[in-house]
């Protein structure tokens, strides 16, 4: 319970920090920097064996991978259009799909109507309404479904901890090279 917590707490903290950092690194910025911190704590207290990795590990892990960097780079993307509240609220869509279409009652499909009209009312259609912001949200939400869906297959196929660092480090490389032309850094050059 007490890691469930401290999960929770510190992946919304690192959100809301994260926002903080918009104006100087943009999203796609903060999102190399959150996943490259990640992936140094990760590879330190996991220490995996990448190597021992079959093809058939390595292909759930890199989907989890790509899946994770898509639903970090849309969700800041969208907080940046459309604020935290919003963005976070539309990103949730996709866990509660997940529950949903794991769900047998009839009550469970009475609150997903009515969480789906909190949704429409929060989003207050009109003219002025970033619909681009909206739909980046909604990504990140199927993203976060696919996410949930990809953690069963890794877990299964890889023991313990070994998962939780390749699928950090994976999409760090793909967020900095995206980063790279939104906050203009460059790669530093190889001395001759």
């Given at each position: 319970m007490a890691l469930m917590l401290g999960s929770g707490l510190a992946n919304q903290t690192g959100a809301s920090i994260a926002a903080l950092a918009f104006p100087v690194i943009g999203p796609v910025g903060v999102v190399a920097v959150r996943q490259w911190v990640a992936a140094v704590v990760l590879g330190t207290v996991g220490r995996p064996r990448l190597r021992r990795l079959t093809a058939a590990q390595w292909r759930p892990v890199l989907g989890l991978a790509?899946?994770?960097?898509?639903?970090?780079?849309?969700?800041?993307t969208a907080i940046e259009r459309i604020g935290l509240g919003l963005a976070v609220t539309l990103e949730f869509l996709g866990p509660?799909?997940?529950?949903?279409?794991?769900?047998?009652?009839?009550?469970?499909?009475?609150?997903?109507v009515a969480a789906a009209g909190a949704v429409a009312v929060l989003t207050r259609p009109a003219p002025s309404t970033d619909c681009p912001g909206i739909g980046l949200?909604?990504?990140?939400?199927?993203?976060?479904?696919?996410?949930?869906?990809?953690?069963?297959?890794?877990?299964?196929?890889?023991?313990?901890?070994?998962?939780r660092p390749p699928r950090?480090?994976?999409p760090a490389p793909c967020t900095c090279r995206s980063a790279r032309g939104c906050c203009?850094?460059?790669?530093?050059?190889?001395?001759?």
């Open positions: 790509l899946v994770f960097a898509g639903m970090n780079l849309s969700l800041y509660l799909t997940v529950a949903l279409a794991g769900s047998r009652r009839r009550i469970d499909l009475v609150a997903a949200a909604l990504l990140a939400a199927t993203c976060w479904a696919c996410y949930i869906l990809l953690n069963r297959t890794v877990g299964a196929r890889l023991p313990g901890l070994v998962a950090r480090r994976c203009g850094t460059t790669r530093p050059r190889p001395r001759r």
